[in-house]
């Protein structure tokens, strides 16, 4: 009886695929909506361009240039997302172009992966196709996925990594063990926190696979070569160029993890109710759904194990745990980061945006069961529809309003102040030959194409001042502070122009320029 089948539950299994690739359209068409005019520009992506077409122009895989015009490698963000702009630059397209259609693609994969994985887990399509498409319109993913950054490939290849590891577990083989390595490690190759899918992948293989400890550390061990030599290649190269694995250094602040719970909270609320609302308010309506959905969950579940009606997961899966892991090592490794390495990262939604996707499988694999414990599983899955039917019209709709908003605001620095910039309109006219040291050497290369370099931090030596002195004295350089960047890292203007003894060049609403004063 089960030949004939066959054929027709392939074909359903076919469509159902070709069904969750519609809200992974709409994904991309929102992103491409949102970046018409140019993919999002921040700091983080002026470096990760400039990587690009320096290597493109035959320096390397380096920063943008210095005043100097020396080229420095690459060391802080990982390679792969330079390198995949640079492979489609090299066809002839420009690479901020390139990022933009990438970062597109990979929500559309993104927002496909979730679907997938909610439909293995619960065995339909109607919960993976919502999941699939929530993933695709939440305002969060959106917004990450309309900058050139490298968030998009590093959740793209660590979803696809674990899901390959978990039916590797399920089900072992070989080739899907090394392909979910290599997904692995091109995460971690897109993002320094990307190591979190690997370790995750890691601890997977060696406690969930149900086969002798042995054979699971051999499947670690294959895990370990084959995305660890890639990993680790990175961090030699980045030794070898650099001195550093990732130039970054220890810096004790504990304290600052408390200071960042009110970032996190803030940022998850908004993944269910309007930022309009309070976060106190959102804060308090999240716990309610949080402990009502639990409550919920768990007097179905006994419920049914009592009247002997709990069936067996179709089907068996070990993804929950994995992606559980997942989020436990992401939490930690950046609370980690804020402690001990840069106490400033804020936990807003590009930081926690990795964990998002996670989220959205989880609670997705905990409605279904849910619903099929139900005692009416049939009424509980059309109130389970109904809900899904007006979270997903909530979720499209803040959509719209965002891409709608950002589309008039401007992302990055395409926002009007970076593009109307009146100090900006200077720097260009400034000679060729004259230096320039800024707060934002990164938005100088940028609208202009000139090497650039940071102002002196607070608390910079004398020594330091001096040697910026002798170096604005022999060009006639020039230090540029824009409002609209960062202050806090770096020397006050007025701080510097004191002690370099500086005059005022120009002045305008949005910045000031300082010259060495005549004598």
């Known amino acids: 009886?089960?030949?004939?089948?066959?054929?027709?539950?392939?074909?359903?299994?076919?469509?159902?695929?070709?069904?969750?690739?519609?809200?992974?359209?709409?994904?991309?068409?929102?992103?491409?909506?949102?970046?018409?005019?140019?993919?999002g520009v921040?700091?983080?992506?002026?470096?990760?361009?400039?990587?690009?077409?320096?290597?493109l122009d035959g320096h390397g895989l380096s920063r943008f240039a210095d005043a100097e015009g020396r080229y420095e490698p690459i060391v802080n963000w990982p390679p792969l997302y330079p390198l995949v702009l640079a492979a489609v630059g090299?066809?002839?397209?420009?690479?901020?172009?390139?990022?933009?259609?990438?970062?597109?693609?990979?929500?559309?994969?993104?927002?496909?992966?979730?679907?997938?994985?909610?439909?293995?887990?619960?065995?339909?399509?109607?919960?993976?196709?919502?999941?699939?498409?929530?993933?695709?319109?939440?305002?969060?993913?959106?917004?990450?996925?309309?900058?050139?950054?490298?968030?998009p490939p590093c959740i793209f290849f660590g979803l696809l990594g674990l899901l390959l590891i978990d039916r590797h577990i399920e089900r072992p083989r070989r080739g899907l063990l090394v392909a979910g390595a290599l997904s692995l490690a091109c995460a971690f190759l897109a993002r320094y926190a990307g190591l979190a899918y690997a370790a995750a992948g890691g601890l997977?293989?060696?406690?969930?696979?149900?086969?002798?400890?042995?054979?699971?550390?051999?499947?670690?061990?294959?895990?370990?070569?084959?995305?660890?030599?890639?990993?680790?290649a990175a961090l030699v190269r980045n030794m070898v160029e650099a001195s550093s694995a990732t130039g970054r250094a220890f810096s004790l602040s504990p304290a600052s993890v408390h200071e960042r719970v009110h970032d996190a909270l803030d940022t998850v609320t908004i993944w269910l109710f309007p930022e309009v609302v309070r976060w106190v308010v959102r804060l308090v309506l999240v716990g309610l759904v949080v402990v009502g959905g639990t409550a919920w969950y768990v007097r179905l579940r006994g419920r049914a194990r009592a009247e002997g009606r709990v069936r067996p997961e179709t089907p068996v899966s070990s993804l929950p745990v994995v992606l559980l892991m997942f989020v436990v090592l992401y939490l930690a490794l950046v609370l980690a980061y804020i402690s001990f390495i840069f106490h400033l990262t804020p936990l807003d939604y590009?930081?926690?945006?990795?964990?998002?996707?996670?989220?959205?499988?989880?609670?997705?694999?905990?409605?279904?069961?849910?619903?099929?414990?139900?005692?009416?599983?049939?009424?509980?899955?059309?109130?389970?529809?109904?809900?899904?039917?007006?979270?997903?019209?909530?979720?499209?709709?803040?959509?719209?309003?965002?891409v709608g908003?950002?589309?008039?605001?401007?992302?990055?620095?395409?926002?009007?102040?970076?593009?109307?910039?009146?100090?900006?309109?200077?720097?260009?006219?400034?000679?060729?030959?004259?230096?320039?040291?800024?707060?934002?050497?990164?938005?100088?290369?940028?609208?202009?194409?000139?090497?650039?370099?940071?102002?002196?931090?607070?608390?910079?030596?004398?020594?330091?001042?001096?040697?910026?002195?002798?170096?604005?004295?022999?060009?006639?350089?020039?230090?540029?502070?824009f409002t609209n960047a960062t202050q806090s890292r770096f020397m006050p203007p007025d701080e510097i122009a004191e002690r370099l003894h500086l005059d005022v060049l120009v002045t305008t609403s949005d910045g000031v320029i300082y010259e060495l004063a005549h004598e």
């Open 350 to 402: 590009r930081i926690l945006s990795p964990v998002f996707p996670p989220v959205v499988v989880l609670a997705f694999w905990l409605v279904g069961r849910g619903v099929r414990s139900a005692r009416r599983a049939r009424l509980a899955g059309v109130a389970c529809g109904v809900v899904c039917a007006i979270l997903s019209a909530v979720y499209l709709a803040r959509a719209v309003l965002l």
């Open 90 to 151: 090299a066809t002839g397209l420009d690479v901020l172009v390139a990022a933009r259609w990438l970062s597109a693609a990979l929500l559309g994969g993104t927002a496909f992966l979730v679907g997938l994985m909610v439909r293995r887990l619960c065995g339909g399509a109607w919960l993976a196709i919502v999941a699939a498409l929530l993933t695709a319109v939440a305002i969060d993913m959106v917004k990450v996925h309309a900058m050139a950054w490298s968030e």
């Open 405 to 481: 908003d950002l589309r008039r605001a401007g992302l990055g620095y395409g926002r009007a102040e970076w593009v109307r910039s009146n100090v900006m309109q200077h720097v260009r006219e400034l000679a060729a030959d004259r230096l320039i040291y800024s707060n934002a050497p990164d938005a100088v290369y940028y609208f202009t194409e000139r090497g650039a370099s940071f102002v002196p931090k607070r608390g910079a030596s004398a020594a330091e001042l001096n040697a910026l002195r002798a170096r604005l004295e022999a060009s006639h350089g020039v230090v540029v502070y």
């Open 1 to 39: 009886m089960s030949g004939p089948t066959q054929p027709g539950r392939s074909v359903t299994g076919r469509l159902a695929l070709a069904v969750l690739l519609l809200p992974s359209l709409v994904g991309i068409l929102l992103v491409l909506a949102t970046t018409d005019r140019g993919a």
């Open 204 to 232: 997977a293989l060696l406690t969930l696979a149900r086969k002798r400890f042995s054979a699971r550390l051999a499947d670690l061990l294959v895990l370990v070569v084959a995305a660890g030599v890639p990993m680790a």
């Open 42 to 55: 921040t700091p983080d992506s002026v470096y990760y361009l400039a990587a690009a077409r320096n290597l």
